[in-house]
C-alpha cells in the first residue's frame, strides 16, 4: 500500500530570551515525527557572546545568517578560524564530538540568523568532524515575477547548489510577494519543514491546505511519491524551507 503525504498541525513559535540573546524557538517533538532530519532550530537575535566555546556530538549544528545580520566568528578543536560573512552558512558536523565557539566579530554587533540542529545517521556519527563553510556567494538565486529563491543548499526547479554537504539536505529562503505562488518538488520518502519569518500565506499539499501567519512552523512527509508543495502567499511573504531524508 502506497504511504500518502502526512502533515503535522500548524505550531507558532514563541519567543525567548533577553536584550542580549532572543530566539523562536522549534522543537522536534512538535511536528509528529515529521521534522526528521531536524532535531530543532533557533531563529535568533544576539549581541554578544552568549554561550562561550561549548561541544556537540553526534549531531549537526548549522549557522545560516540573514542578510541583516553583521558577520559571526568561528572557532572550534578542529583548528577552523573563520568569518560567517552575512548571507552565508557554516555546517559543524560534529560526529565523535567537537568543541565550538560562534561570537560577533565586533562588540555589541547585531547577529540574526538560524541555528539548525541536524541529526547524524547512527553509521557515521562516530566519525570525525568536519565543517563546510557555503558563503553567500555560492549560493544560487532565482528571481523573477515577484519570486525570490535562494538555494542555501540542496537544489529547487533545476536550481542547484553544487556544494556538496555531508547530507543531503535541501535549505530554501524565499521571499514571495502576495498573490504569487511558488511550487517545489519534495523527494519521495524526505521530510519537509516550513518556518514563516513574515507576512501570510496558504500551503497546499495532497494532505490538504493550510494558512499560516508570521512565526508559524509546519512539518510534513513521509510519502512513497514525490509531493508538490504550493506556496501562496496571502500578503509578501519570507518563509525558509528546509528538507531532507529522516533518520531512523
Given at each position: 500500500m502506497t504511504s500518502e503525504l502526512k502533515q503535522s498541525?500548524?505550531?507558532?513559535?514563541?519567543?525567548?530570551g533577553n536584550a542580549s540573546f532572543s530566539a523562536f524557538r522549534a522543537n522536534r517533538n512538535d511536528y509528529a515525527g515529521l521534522s526528521s532530519p531536524i532535531m530543532g532550530f533557533d531563529?535568533?537575535?544576539?549581541?554578544?557572546?552568549?554561550f562561550g566555546p561549548h561541544q556537540h556530538r553526534h549531531?549537526?549544528?548549522?549557522?545560516?545568517?540573514?542578510?541583516?545580520?553583521?558577520?559571526?566568528?568561528?572557532?572550534d578543536s578542529m583548528g577552523e578560524d573563520l568569518t560567517i560573512s552575512t548571507g552565508s552558512l557554516l555546517w559543524t558536523w560534529a560526529g565523535s564530538g567537537v568543541t565550538h565557539h560562534e561570537f560577533p566579530e565586533e562588540p555589541n554587533a547585531k547577529i540574526h540568523g538560524l541555528?539548525?540542529?541536524?541529526?547524524?545517521?547512527?553509521?557515521?556519527?562516530?566519525?570525525?568532524?568536519?565543517?563546510?563553510l557555503i558563503p553567500v556567494?555560492?549560493?544560487?538565486?532565482?528571481?523573477?515575477?515577484?519570486?525570490?529563491?535562494?538555494v542555501v543548499m540542496g537544489s529547487t526547479n533545476g536550481l542547484i547548489n553544487p556544494i556538496k554537504t555531508p547530507e543531503d539536505i535541501t535549505f530554501l529562503d524565499i521571499k514571495i510577494e502576495a498573490g504569487k505562488n511558488f511550487k517545489h518538488l519534495l523527494p519521495?520518502?524526505?521530510n519537509g519543514t516550513?518556518?514563516?519569518?513574515?507576512?501570510?500565506?496558504?500551503?497546499?499539499?495532497?494532505?490538504?491546505?493550510?494558512?499560516?501567519?508570521?512565526?508559524?512552523?509546519?512539518?510534513?512527509g513521509s510519502a512513497?511519491?514525490?509531493?508538490?508543495?504550493?506556496?501562496?502567499?496571502?500578503s509578501d511573504s519570507h518563509l525558509l524551507f528546509i528538507s531532507g531524508h529522516p533518520v531512523a
Open positions: 498541525r500548524i505550531v507558532k513559535l514563541a519567543q525567548t531563529h535568533f537575535r544576539l549581541s554578544s557572546d552568549v549531531m549537526s549544528a548549522v549557522s545560516y545568517l540573514f542578510d541583516d545580520s553583521a558577520p559571526y566568528h568561528n572557532q541555528q539548525l540542529f541536524l541529526e547524524i545517521p547512527a553509521e557515521t556519527r562516530n566519525l570525525p568532524p568536519k565543517s563546510i556567494e555560492k549560493m544560487p538565486v532565482s528571481e523573477a515575477g515577484g519570486i525570490k529563491v535562494k519521495s520518502n524526505w516550513v518556518y514563516l519569518l513574515s507576512g501570510g500565506m496558504e500551503i497546499e499539499t495532497s494532505a490538504g491546505k493550510s494558512l499560516m501567519n508570521t512565526n508559524d512552523t509546519l512539518a510534513f512513497d511519491d514525490q509531493s508538490e508543495i504550493v506556496f501562496k502567499a496571502g
